[in-house]
């Protein structure tokens, strides 16, 4: 396995110093870092992959190890997403959290568990969890400071695909936030596997949130709900919430604040 790592981080600058210094704004120019990418070159997708990365302020090699947050759609979550991992665990609410982005190449490819007859489209997912079960985790787990906790966090086809890795490999991960999931895919083919897979896992221990914003169109959310209900095992932990103030776009910010204090809390 080859990996590049690129030190090009997600950086954005802000000027700093009062209007009668804007003479001199040049010089007061500071770089914030948020995180950093690598390069990431898969034998399981035979493609190569960009992964953001972000550590904790306390960060330090071979010293205190954090829980890790697996976040899909990052070219659009991660930066928010670290914000609020941030004031979070600065203000001791959650311990730190290393937060690994995964930007998309294909999602409708990668992050889809089944092929959809009706739209001709999808199916890699089994694909996808095996790169991260074979390459990307070994890989964050060998070089960084990483407690055995990890988080999956998805937003509408990736939270409907963060329920599906709920239940295609309970190896894989102890906690999900499954954000507005989609889970009309493939004519509501992942309501009877969710049932199956509660009905024969009466040991399950995992902790699951799932949210749904202002939208009637993904109410088969609220059947996956009535679902879970009825089969979940005692020991899932898991919490629904839905806001009927918020959009389908930026449901994610409110989900991961509320999703990682629930979490934390258990």
């Avoid at 079960?133 to 400071?145: A, H, S, T, V």
């Avoid at 932990?237 to 509320?258: G, K, N, V």
Wanted: with cysteine; hydrophobic share 40%.
């Amino acid at each position: 396995m080859r990996y590049i790592v690129l030190l090009s981080g997600l950086l954005f600058n802000i000027l700093t110093g009062f209007p009668q210094q804007s003479n001199t704004a040049q010089d007061s120019i500071a770089t914030i870092n948020i995180g950093y990418s690598i390069q990431f070159k898969s034998s399981v997708l035979n493609e190569e992959r960009t992964i953001f990365i972000y550590l904790p302020d306390d960060y330090k090699k071979d010293q205190e190890s954090f829980p890790v947050l697996y976040l899909f759609d990052a070219e659009i979550n991660f930066k928010p997403v670290c914000g609020v991992v941030d004031i979070l665990s600065r203000w001791k609410i959650i311990p730190g959290i290393i937060v690994i982005g995964l930007p998309n190449t294909d999602r409708m490819r990668d992050l889809t568990p089944t092929h959809d007859r009706q739209f001709d489209i999808g199916g890699g997912g089994d694909n996808f969890l095996k790169f991260l079960r074979e390459e990307l985790m070994p890989f964050i787990d060998q070089n960084y400071n990483t407690q055995p906790f990890r988080i999956l966090e998805g937003h509408s086809i990736s939270g409907m695909f963060t329920m599906y890795a709920f239940i295609a490999d309970t190896s894989l991960f102890d906690a999900y936030i499954a954000v507005s999931p989609s889970m009309y895919w493939d004519e509501q083919i992942m309501l009877s596997k969710i049932e199956d897979f509660l009905k024969t896992n009466p040991q399950l221990k995992k902790q699951l949130y799932i949210t749904l914003s202002n939208e009637p169109e993904f109410m088969l959310v609220k059947e996956t709900i009535e679902v879970i209900k009825k089969e979940a095992p005692i020991g899932l932990i898991w919490e629904f919430r839905q806001d009927t103030t918020e959009r389908h776009e930026i449901a994610p910010l409110r989900s991961t604040y509320e999703g990682l204090r629930f979490i934390f809390s258990k």
